[in-house]
């Protein structure tokens, strides 16, 4: 027998080896999934999407920005089977009974700004790499007289997205915006809806409120990048960002793959790390007036000078 038959042998057993194991473990997977309660399958469904445990699999090297602290690393285990995580305060600032699904969306403290944020800028800074005009929080050109389909478009003069970028589509100066969103699949609103009906349900919101405006009046086209606290994408956000690692690897050279996983790997450091600063984060700070100039309140409350 020729070497070179040999070696396509041994590899074709290794991968009908491998086959057969992925699809026992599957088979199991899907047996062990059935046994449980409701609420432990979706979350199973939740940690199985894609790229949601990027952050658990990957190798944690600072130099590439892949460490957790030893907090992190254990809430982002109990947040990711469900569990309540340990040393948790018994109530909100706002009032409200604490609980996993209520810091992931309580608005006290800004949290849920803070991820929202964060994934924003680090799609921008990924496009910064392969688009063109890469803008963040772009204003819309103002309506004049132009009339939407839908009574939820948005239409007000200072409408703003998230991060407007060139030739991610079509010429260099075909432009696409983007408007992120983070929801919680534990929070009432989402808890009885399937995960993807959820991704279709605030796509479709996003797509009223702006499709039409954006691509009327900026003649521009428009995507709704929705993700999961727990680091899954929606259907649009895939394809956009299949797109920005087509785009890099086509300019680096680099292979596909490997630049769509280091994308999804980031992705779910973001999401991971702001749902923890979520969960602990500092909502204790009241409210103080600082914005008064002292000489005002001086004078008129008679502080001593
Ligand atoms: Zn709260």
Redesign the pocket.
């Known amino acids: 027998m020729e070497l070179g038959t040999a070696i396509d042998d041994v590899r074709a057993a290794k991968k009908q080896a491998k086959n057969t194991v992925d699809a026992s473990v599957r088979a199991d997977a899907v047996l062990l999934s059935s046994s449980v309660d409701t609420e432990l399958q979706r979350v199973i469904a939740l940690a199985s999407e894609k790229g949601a445990s990027s952050w658990l699999t990957c190798r944690p090297l600072k130099r590439h920005g892949l460490t957790l602290t030893k907090g992190e690393f254990r809430d982002g285990i109990h947040l990711r089977y469900g569990w309540l995580p340990q040393r948790l305060p018994s109530s ?5 009974t ?1 609980s996993v699904a ?2 992931l969306s ?1 608005p ?1 403290g800004g949290f849920p700004s803070v991820r929202h944020n964060e994934v924003r800028d680090l799609t921008a800074h990924m496009l910064k790499r392969v688009a063109h005009n890469v803008s963040v929080e772009p204003h819309l050109q103002p309506v004049t007289g132009e009339q939407f389909r839908y009574r939820t478009a948005i239409q007000t003069e200072q409408a703003r997205l998230d991060v407007a970028a060139s030739g991610i589509w079509g010429g260099r100066f075909e432009r696409t915006f983007i408007d992120v969103r983070v929801f919680n699949p534990h929070a009432t609103s989402n808890r009885a809806t399937s995960i993807a009906s959820c991704y279709t349900k605030h796509e479709k919101e996003k797509r009223r409120c702006y499709e039409q405006r954006v691509r009327d009046i900026e003649h521009s086209s428009f995507v709704p990048a929705i993700f999961s606290t727990t680091g899954g994408l929606g259907k649009h956000a895939e394809s956009l960002y299949k797109r920005i690692a087509s785009l890099q690897a086509a300019k680096t050279g680099e292979a596909y793959s490997c630049v769509m996983s280091w994308v999804r790997c980031k992705l779910s450091f973001a999401l991971l790390r702001s749902s923890v600063m979520c969960l602990r984060g500092s ?1 204790n700070l009241r409210p103080v007036q600082l914005d008064s100039p002292p000489t005002l309140a001086v004078a008129e409350a008679g502080i001593r000078i």
């Open positions: 909100c600032s706002c009032g409200a604490f209520h810091a309580c006290t909502r």
